[in-house]
């Protein structure tokens, strides 16, 4: 088993540009996480997914979007961005929600310029 | 509402030193969660434990224990004969409905 895997591992974006952040799990979880960790500081739930066709807001979700689509797939979208968006991206999957720990990937280090 | 503190912001300890990390928690639920993750300095998070709320048994794995006492609210995380290589941020994180809230983390550096 893979885990959770996240592409890109780093990425630099202009400011106003767009791009998916992708997220594949191959656990069969059906919880699914975006969170955001700005340098030297913890972890901020943007949007989560309890299943396939299900998302919804987490703590900091402007200027993202979200699809899910499939069990194993949860990309985030960054639309416009803005150098408040850089940050370190980590996804994570778990199997029931709040009763289990959750899995995470291994994040993409993002660079708005 | 939900709520982790991690009052500990930074800690600094010297090799072979016992540390303790606090964690303390506010819910409304009567069953509960709770975590510890460890993020090293290469940035991935790693799971620890996991407790639920009706296990009030102290936890021991190693060098690592877990003491968790409702009447005070607290999950903490004591680290024995510390080592180098526990050099990390170390995040408590309580369950939510569908989800987990995390504490703002401690970040533990162990000198030689």
């Known amino acids: 088993n893979a885990g959770v895997t996240q592409t890109p591992k780093f990425r630099i974006l202009k400011i106003g540009q767009s791009m998916t952040l992708q997220c594949t799990q191959d656990m069969n979880h059906n919880y699914m996480y975006w969170y955001r960790q700005d340098p030297g500081m913890g972890l901020k739930l943007i949007y989560y997914?309890?299943?396939?066709?299900?998302?919804d807001k987490g703590e900091v979700p402007n200027g993202y979007n979200v699809s899910r689509s499939t069990t194993e797939d949860f990309p985030l979208r960054l639309e416009l961005a803005a150098p408040s968006q850089t940050s370190v991206y980590f996804c994570?999957?778990?199997?029931?929600?709040?009763?289990?720990?959750?899995?995470f990937g291994p994040g993409t280090r993002l660079t708005v310029l | 509402a939900q709520k982790v503190t991690q009052a500990q912001t930074e800690i600094s300890v010297v090799e072979k030193e016992d540390v303790t990390l606090d964690c303390v928690y506010e819910t409304r639920d009567t069953t509960y969660y709770l975590f510890w993750y460890k993020q090293p300095p290469s940035g991935e998070l790693v799971f620890l434990i996991r407790r639920n709320s009706f296990d009030e048994q102290n936890e021991i794995s190693g060098r690592y224990s877990w003491n968790f006492q409702k009447s005070t609210s607290s999950f903490n995380f004591t680290i024995t004969a510390s080592q180098v290589v526990d050099s990390a941020v170390y995040f408590c994180?309580?369950?939510?409905?569908?989800?987990?809230?995390f504490g703002t983390g401690t970040r533990l550096q162990v000198f030689p």
């Open positions: 997914s309890v299943g396939a066709g299900i998302t």
């Open positions: 994180a309580l369950s939510d409905t569908d989800k987990l809230i």
């Open positions: 994570a999957s778990s199997w029931a929600g709040e009763y289990n720990e959750q899995f």
